[in-house]
Structure formats: structure tokens, C-alpha cells
């Protein structure tokens, strides 16, 4: 059983990994929108995607999730048994829920079949949001995802043995809506949790408004 701490939680920091390389080739048509530039001055304008699998004692568990460039925010999620379109393309209807302004937005995301797939291609025009892609197996364009999942896996993954998906969904709710969005710190974000830097925004964009 495990035992409560009255002590602060706090993340657990990682190497830095950046290199330079040159992005792959693309196909269908879609090309890399954000050129590796992982910075947004505003909320809902450049969102990453990805998804991971968890292992449980009842079989495999896959997590997409969905962030927000400007405050690293995972503004939508979603956990499945299967690997499937349904998958992501639930995890993407989540952000759109929350998305209050009307422009458009670019999701990036890597070449998995789930992304490619006519179906969610459909999905993203239906609902305003520009598809972007990584080059041919190059991590390094979606990098921000893929950083967030190895702080997933680091901070909480690693430290647990999952029993059932019901119990793992709890504590990929806890660790991703509780202690990611609302008490981790980032350096990106000014040393605040990024719901706090991106309700900060709001506040701040309130008060200079006419």
C-alpha cells in the first residue's frame, strides 16, 4: 500500500536530447507546418499529437494524447484497448472541445497509420485544423510529444505495476489532469504548471483588451 507524502511534488528532470537532422520526406500531400518551431504566442494555433501503450497485468493499454504548444498543456486525451483511429481521433475531439476561438489550428503529428488515414484526414478538415507531419521516422520534428511521454513514463509509468486498465486509467487521469496540467513546473513556461500559464494568458489578454 502505498504511504502519503506531506512533501511537494516535483518532476523529475531529463537529459536534453536535441540534435539538428533534416527532416524526411512526406506523403499525401501533407508537409511539416512547423519546421521544428515548437513556440506559439497564443493558445489553440500549433497543437502536437502522439500516442504510447501501457502494459497491464489484463494486456496492452494505448494513450493518445493532444498538447497545446503555447502553455504544453494536454488539452485533450484519450485510452483504448485498441490501436485504432477511434483512438486518436477521440483524444483530437477532446482539444476541439475546449477550443473557444474559431481560427484555425495545426496539428502535428508523426506517420503512424492512424494519422494518415483517410478517415482522420477527414476528421481534422471537418473541423478546421491543418494536418502537419514529421519526416519519415525523425522523432525530432514531434518532439515536444515525445518528451512529454518520457516524463509520463519516468514520473509515474515506470514506478507502478498496473493490475487492470481501470485501475491505469485512474492514474493516467491523476498524473495528466491533476499533477501535469495543474502542479508540474516547466521552464518553457516560466517555472508555472501550464494550465496556470495559459489561464495567466487569459487573464492578461482580459485586462489589455478595449
Given at each position: 500500500?502505498?504511504?502519503?507524502?506531506?512533501?511537494?511534488?516535483?518532476?523529475?528532470?531529463?537529459?536534453?536530447?536535441?540534435?539538428?537532422?533534416?527532416?524526411?520526406?512526406?506523403?499525401?500531400?501533407?508537409?511539416?507546418?512547423?519546421?521544428r518551431d515548437f513556440t506559439a504566442l497564443i493558445p489553440n494555433t500549433k497543437w502536437v499529437t502522439d500516442l504510447t501503450y501501457i502494459s497491464t497485468q489484463e494486456d496492452w493499454l494505448y494513450?493518445?494524447?493532444?498538447?497545446?504548444?503555447?502553455?504544453?498543456?494536454?488539452?485533450?486525451?484519450?485510452?483504448?484497448?485498441?490501436?485504432?483511429?477511434?483512438?486518436v481521433i477521440q483524444a483530437v475531439l477532446m482539444a476541439v472541445w475546449q477550443k473557444s476561438t474559431p481560427q484555425a489550428?495545426?496539428?502535428?503529428?508523426?506517420?503512424?497509420?492512424?494519422?494518415?488515414?483517410?478517415?482522420?484526414?477527414?476528421?481534422?478538415?471537418?473541423?478546421?485544423?491543418?494536418?502537419?507531419?514529421?519526416?519519415?521516422?525523425?522523432?525530432?520534428?514531434?518532439?515536444?510529444?515525445?518528451?512529454?511521454?518520457?516524463?509520463?513514463?519516468?514520473?509515474?509509468?515506470?514506478?507502478?505495476?498496473?493490475?487492470?486498465?481501470?485501475?491505469?486509467?485512474?492514474?493516467?487521469?491523476?498524473?495528466?489532469?491533476?499533477?501535469?496540467?495543474?502542479?508540474?513546473?516547466?521552464?518553457?513556461?516560466?517555472?508555472?504548471?501550464?494550465?496556470?500559464?495559459?489561464?495567466?494568458?487569459?487573464?492578461?489578454?482580459?485586462?489589455?483588451?478595449?
Amino acid at each position: 500500500m502505498w504511504k502519503t507524502s506531506h512533501c511537494p511534488l516535483r518532476g523529475i528532470p531529463a537529459p536534453t536530447r536535441w540534435k539538428r537532422r533534416k527532416s524526411g520526406e512526406h506523403s499525401a500531400g501533407i508537409t511539416n507546418q512547423l519546421a521544428r518551431d515548437f513556440t506559439a504566442l497564443i493558445p489553440n494555433t500549433k497543437w502536437v499529437t502522439d500516442l504510447t501503450y501501457i502494459s497491464t497485468q489484463e494486456d496492452w493499454l494505448y494513450l493518445a494524447v493532444v498538447l497545446d504548444l503555447f502553455s504544453r498543456q494536454v488539452i485533450g486525451w484519450s485510452m483504448q484497448p485498441q490501436l485504432g483511429r477511434d483512438l486518436v481521433i477521440q483524444a483530437v475531439l477532446m482539444a476541439v472541445w475546449q477550443k473557444s476561438t474559431p481560427q484555425a489550428v495545426i496539428l502535428h503529428s508523426n506517420r503512424n497509420t492512424q494519422y494518415t488515414a483517410q478517415e482522420f484526414q477527414v476528421f481534422l478538415k471537418a473541423h478546421g485544423i491543418v494536418s502537419s507531419m514529421s519526416g519519415v521516422g525523425n522523432w525530432y520534428d514531434n518532439a515536444v510529444a515525445e518528451s512529454f511521454f518520457g516524463l509520463l513514463k519516468r514520473e509515474r509509468v515506470y514506478r507502478r505495476r498496473y493490475q487492470t486498465r481501470a485501475k491505469t486509467r485512474m492514474d493516467m487521469f491523476d498524473y495528466i489532469e491533476r499533477f501535469y496540467n495543474q502542479q508540474r513546473s516547466h521552464s518553457f513556461t516560466q517555472g508555472l504548471a501550464p494550465r496556470n500559464f495559459r489561464e495567466q494568458h487569459v487573464q492578461q489578454s482580459s485586462l489589455t483588451c478595449p
